[in-house]
């Protein structure tokens, strides 16, 4: 038997390397447990490398992974409007395929916050386009619209696309019904009317609601419906801003005792802006006059306020007040100050830094003066003008500035200061063209400023020449419109002077005018007997009542040519 000799065999194994694999699998954890953890900055950086290197499918995995934490993240930042840092994150994510479409809208949530408006719509639009569920992108989209591009035209469009998904929201309701008012006045009047009344019905105790509905009410003259709504608001915690509309509308509907005691929540306004009131206001509300106080032996300082127009029109109740105290000082603008002292007012005229030299009992803001003179629509004081120039300054001014022909000289102004832009006063000033093409007429400018220049795209067969350049002060606007036969204005600080003067003046109006011309129809406008509104029967019709002062005028020209013509028979 052959003996067979076994041999052990041992196997050498080969080791394998697989630290790179594990060192993966460690940063996906701790990547993901940091990101857990609401440490996003290390978790995403960690995934930020990682991902490059990983295979399918586990790419993918960690890429949905990746981005619904960045998620997480950019909503974190965004709720601590940190929006570049959101930006950033929402950047990250879209380099990856598969995110989801709510990015856009929040990039362009973050770039509205940053004051990018078109790039926030942009990326809102992306949004619109892609989404299925439009969620609340119109009304995103609308209020940047709104707020951030003033297109109030192209917020309507998105508003009203929002009603079909929120029909519910009364908020909707009462942008549309403000933004039909803002930009159509008295157009659209159901529609204004009933997205309000829609969103009163929603909110019936939102204060809100309930001043803009008495408000477009009230511009229509619907004063009994108003006067429900108004009386309403005062029963919800109504602001100063409220309770001066209210005193508006009041003036407006020729209520003046009320109304201009609920004026005079202007000082304590909450959306004052860029209206700045004289110090007196605010440094010294211990002396201001109040209902309470008798002022029959007092010495009394009346104050001027905001414009120029307002201390010209409110300054015909000095000679009321003078009957009512005991003595009276007017303070006014420095421009107004050479015009004020040669109208021979019966009082001393003062510049606001005389003050602290006047010993007076109380001050009285200029736009009182009417609840202090107990006026009424019906006894306004000295309409037919109060204010005067020396003939010697206007006949120097007239040889210095005015043709010497006998062409009709026609005045003119067309826009006020930034009020009166938004209130839609200013007239655009080709609307006048065919004034200064009229035969035998030479039209003269009050414009001292021209910020849109529109003065210098006149056509070639128009004539204008430009006085306002020449005014150092109010006292030379007065003595260039003692040289007019006539006056053509908006309603302006011009405006006003030219009635205080007497002036004849042919006065233009816009369909909704400012609170105080409650008469914008006959002869005359009740403060101002020497100026003839002419309105706009639609709103922005100006071509209308320009047409109607062009046949006054052409009217005004026959009869100073049969004058002359019976005057040579003579």
Known sequence: ?????????????????????????????????????????????????????????EKQASINRFIGYSLQYGQTLMQEKKWAEAVEIYRDIMKNSGYPVNVYKNIGLCMKSMGNADLAIKFLKQFEEISQDKEDVYIYLADITYSD?????????????????????????????????????????????????????LAPNNRIVVKNLAYVLGKFHEEQRAD??????????????????????????????????????????????????????????KKRWSLKHNIKDKHILV????????????????????????????????????????????????????????????????????IVCETTPDNIPRAEGYL??????????????????????????????????????DIPLEFMYPLMQMPEVEVYSFQVDDLTRQMDRIPADARLFRLGKTFSNWEDTACAMNCMDLMVTTDNGVMNLAGALGIKTFGLFNTITEWRWFKTTGDDIAWYKSIKPFQCPTSKAWDIPMGQIIEEIEKIQCKNIAKKIKNKRI
């Open 388 to 425: 005067k120039v020396s003939k010697s300054k206007i006949n120097a001014y007239r040889k210095k500035y005015i043709n010497d022909n006998e062409k009709l000289k026609i005045g003119i102004a067309f826009e006020g200061t930034l009020a009166s832009k938004e209130t839609d006063r």
């Open 1 to 57: 038997m052959v003996q067979v000799s076994k041999r052990l065999v041992v196997r050498k194994e080969v080791k394998v390397d697989n630290t790179q694999e594990l060192i993966t699998s460690l940063d996906i954890a701790m990547a993901d447990y940091y990101c857990s953890n609401k440490d996003f900055i290390k978790g995403l950086s960690l995934y930020r490398d990682l991902i490059p290197n990983l295979s399918e499918p």
């Open 149 to 201: 591009i003033k297109d109030n035209i192209k917020a309507i469009e998105y508003y009203e696309k929002a009603l079909e998904k929120n029909p519910n929201n009364f908020s909707i309701y009462n942008m549309l019904g403000h933004l039909y008012s803002t930009c159509y006045q008295d157009k659209f009047k159901e529609k204004q009317i009933d997205y309000f009344m829609k969103a009163y019905s």
């Open 303 to 370: 104050h001027f306020e905001q414009g120029f127009g307002d201390t010209i029109m409110f300054a015909r109740f000095i000679g009321e007040l003078q009957k009512r105290c005991a003595k009276v000082s007017l303070v006014v603008q420095n421009g107004l100050v050479s015009l004020f002292e040669n109208s021979k007012l019966g009082v001393d005229i003062y510049k606001e830094s005389d003050i602290p030299t006047i010993n007076y009992d109380y001050y009285i803001p200029m736009m009182d003066l009417p």
């Open 228 to 285: 429900e709504f108004y009386a309403k608001l005062m029963y919800l915690n109504p602001t100063h801003s409220d309770l001066h509309s209210y005193g508006a509308y009041l003036v407006k509907h020729r209520r003046f005792s009320e109304g201009f005691k609920f004026l005079q929540h202007r000082f304590q306004k909450e959306d004052l802006k860029n209206v700045a009131f004289p110090q007196i206001f605010i440094n010294n509300k």
